[in-house]
């Protein structure tokens, strides 16, 4: 191996350390501010032109859009949120995971208009499955339908879902036996769809809420923030 190819390689591991080094400072940054609830710091950080260099528009964008709403600034962060439901980012599987993750956040805060921004979003994104599986979830948590049980209950059988959208049709099957007052069955979906899901799936919690409501009737649901 010659000097010059000796220099050459080390000066691209020293740039892609250096890149390496910079984007997990900035992480870690930005990690820090969100738990210290300090969202001016995440606006900052996501907002600098290194940033957006190192850890691309769609992260930085991610992190500014949980600022916002960390914040409570209501009109900036639905100027966020639509800003990012428009966006076309240079990854489409970044565009689909931004538009699951927060369709279902709202969805199970029963939230309907900022569900609704993200459901119209899922249409245009132009696949079928993903947007039938999240139209299904909407008729059941903001249109409170309880007849699309045995449709869902087929698509199961169908393995036409695996993982996340699975526990999501679960959950939706045994929300619609809550509706029904058909305690058994709800608990068995309910279980059901927690093993789809990771431990710290959005879903987790409202699985374990229901599980514990229904264990005691009477027992009003916990308030929704």
Known sequence: MSALTASVIFLLFAIYVGFQVGKN???RSMNKALAQK???TVEKLADMAM?????????????????????????????????????????????????????????LKE?????????????DFGDALFTRYNEQA??????KR???????????????????PLGVILFMIARQYEYLDDTDN???????AKICFHPKAIYIPAIQDSLKRLAQPGVEESARV
């Open 25 to 27: 400072f900035l992480l």
């Open 38 to 40: 300090d969202c001016e």
């Open 51 to 107: 940033s957006r260099r190192l850890l691309g528009a769609y992260t930085c964008d991610l992190y500014k859009l949980r600022a916002l709403y960390l914040g409570k600034d209501v009109p900036r962060f639905e100027a966020m949120l639509q800003a990012m439901i428009a966006a076309r980012y240079k990854n489409p599987a970044d565009k689909k995971s931004f538009l699951e993750q927060y369709f279902h956040t709202f969805l």
């Open 111 to 123: 939230n309907k208009q900022y569900a609704g921004w993200l459901l119209e979003a899922i249409r």
């Open 138 to 143: 909407y008729a059941v948590m903001i249109d």
């Open 146 to 164: 309880s007849d699309l049980i045995e449709t869902m209950d087929s698509q199961i059988d169908a393995k036409q879902y695996y993982g996340f």
């Open 186 to 192: 709800a608990v068995l979906y309910y279980n059901n």
